[in-house]
T-cell receptor
Framework: AQRVTQPEKLLSVFKGAPVELKCNYS??????LFWYVQYSRQRLQLLLR??SRESIKGFTADLNKGETSFHLKKPFAQEEDSAMYYC????????????FGKGTKLTVNP | DTEVTQTPKHLVMGMTNKKSLKCEQH?????MYWYKQKAKKPPELMFV???????INESVPSRFSPECPNSSLLNLHLHALQPEDSALYLC?????????????FGPGTRLTVT
């Protein structure tokens, strides 16, 4: 069965500090991996996906198949990055089901 | 129009009431989803429609009944709900089914069952 683990429920950093939100997955095949973000009072939205290898709002995430991880990183956190972040997995070639981790609430302090 | 809209924003209903949630998108997306989200928890998938046909039902109780009248609309009919069904109900859509596609989420309907 597919599973996504985000070990940190809460993460607090200071503005300008590096931030890393951890995501580990369990899936026997090749997954599609995503990071979704939910800012306060806003709808859930896609931040980035591993297949596009983009940097969005300064965030990057690299798929490490050996460690089955897809950690989200930003070198210099900003206050506006404060939000709930969900790592999500979609089995490649599988059904339409997106499996979410439990989420990490990031707070960036001034 | 690049948004998923949901109505109503808030809904309070008694356990004997019948109500419906509505979701609409005009992006030409062919897959639509209902999720349930409890406070401080991730969204839980309830139903998936692909090309207007129900393709996934995550063992949701029959008091929740989805309907897809056309490719732009998705309804969730509610009947005889329980207080534990109180949650934020999210609708999402994607251009197609499968993992290549981003899901676009609506703002949700906040449901309270009294």
């Amino acid at each position: 069965a597919q599973r996504v683990t985000q070990p940190e429920k809460l993460l607090s950093v200071f503005k300008g500090a590096p931030v890393e939100l951890k995501c580990n997955y369990s899936y026997s095949g090749s997954p599609e991996l995503f990071w979704y973000v939910q800012y306060s009072r806003q709808r859930l939205q896609l931040l980035l996906r591993h297949i596009s290898r983009e940097s969005i709002k300064g965030f990057t995430a690299d798929l490490n198949k050996g460690e089955t991880s897809f950690h989200l990183k930003k070198p210099f956190a900003q206050e506006e990055d404060s939000a709930m972040y969900y790592c999500a997995l979609h089995p490649k070639g599988g059904s339409e089901k997106l499996v979410f981790g439990k989420g990490t609430k990031l707070t960036v302090n001034p | 129009d690049t948004e998923v809209t949901q109505t109503p924003k808030h809904l309070v209903m008694g356990m004997t009431n019948k109500k419906s949630l509505k979701c609409e998108q005009h992006m030409g997306h062919r897959a639509m989803y209902w999720y349930k989200q409890k406070a401080k928890k991730p969204p839980e998938l309830m139903f998936v429609y692909s090309y207007e046909k129900l393709s996934i039902n995550e063992s949701v109780p029959s008091r929740f009944s989805p309907e897809c009248p056309n490719s732009s609309l998705l309804n969730l009919h509610l009947h005889a709900l329980q207080p534990e069904d109180s949650a934020l109900y999210l609708c999402a859509s994607s251009p197609g089914s499968g993992g290549l596609y981003e899901q676009y989420f609506g703002p949700g309907t906040r449901l309270t069952v009294t």
